[in-house]
T-cell receptor, first 109, second 114 residues
Framework: GQNIDQPTEMTATEGAIVQINCTYQ??????LFWYQQHAGEAPTFLSY??LDGLEEKGRFSSFLSRSKGYSYLLLKELQMKDSASYLC??????????WGAGTKLIIKP | IAGITQAPTSQILAAGRRMTLRCTQD?????MYWYRQDLGLGLRLIHY???????GKGEVPDGYSVSRANTDDFPLTLASAVPSQTSVYFC?????????????FGPGTRLTVL
């Protein structure tokens, strides 16, 4: 079967660093996406990894290990506006996205 | 440029009624998608279209139908709504159906079936 696992909820402090993990088991792999979704809004694209390693984009970085079926999203210098759900999605062999349930990140002052 | 628009924003519907959710994109994207999002579950693909004139079934297609008469529009129809179809529905589009194509989402339609 296909399975994407992420923690349901995490809490962090403004200005700190947080790492959101995602593990997956899917039929085929063509890449892994991270999306951000604020409450009541649409998901928006954050990052895409297809090769092993770290991709850095400003305060956000995303890591992939294909052999371990594992990815993480690293958020640095947390701001209150980073309070949102973070969705992990794997692109399967048919180029369709299989989505995790999302991790709700709560930022406290 | 609006991107993707969806209508209505929200709707309360009696069970057994027919309902069409509208989706329009102005990015000239070839691929379009319909997802539903339920609390505690990931986004689940209902139907998709690789290009105008073609459609395909996703993970949860039962009770839903779609059409793709042109590039811009991708309506989703519930022929006879049931309470289990209460959900938030998102339409999305991407340039094509190939590796690494970012999907862009509309604002969503919140549907309640009573």
């Amino acid at each position: 079967g296909q399975n994407i696992d992420q923690p349901t909820e995490m809490t962090a402090t403004e200005g700190a660093i947080v790492q959101i993990n995602c593990t997956y088991q899917t039929s085929g792999f063509n890449g892994l996406f991270w999306y951000q979704q604020h409450a009541g809004e649409a998901p928006t694209f954050l990052s895409y990894n297809v090769l092993d390693g770290l991709e850095e984009k400003g305060r956000f970085s995303s890591f992939l290990s294909r052999s371990k079926g594992y990815s993480y999203l690293l958020l640095k210098e947390l701001q209150m506006k980073d309070s949102a759900s973070y969705l992990c999605a794997v692109e399967d062999s048919n180029y369709q996205l299989i989505w995790g349930a999302g991790t709700k990140l709560i930022i406290k002052p | 440029i609006a991107g993707i628009t969806q209508a209505p924003t929200s709707q309360i519907l009696a069970a057994g009624r027919r309902m069409t959710l509208r989706c329009t994109q102005d990015m000239r994207h070839n691929a379009m998608y319909w997802y539903r999002q339920d609390l505690g579950l990931g986004l689940r693909l209902i139907h998709y279209s690789n290009t105008a004139g073609t459609t395909g079934k996703g993970e949860v297609p039962d009770g839903y139908s779609v059409s793709r008469a042109n590039t811009d529009d991708f309506p989703l129809t519930l022929a006879s709504a049931v309470p289990s179809q209460t959900s938030v529905y998102f339409c999305a589009s991407s340039e094509g159906l190939a590796g690494g194509q970012t999907q862009y989402f509309g604002p969503g339609t919140r549907l309640t079936v009573l």
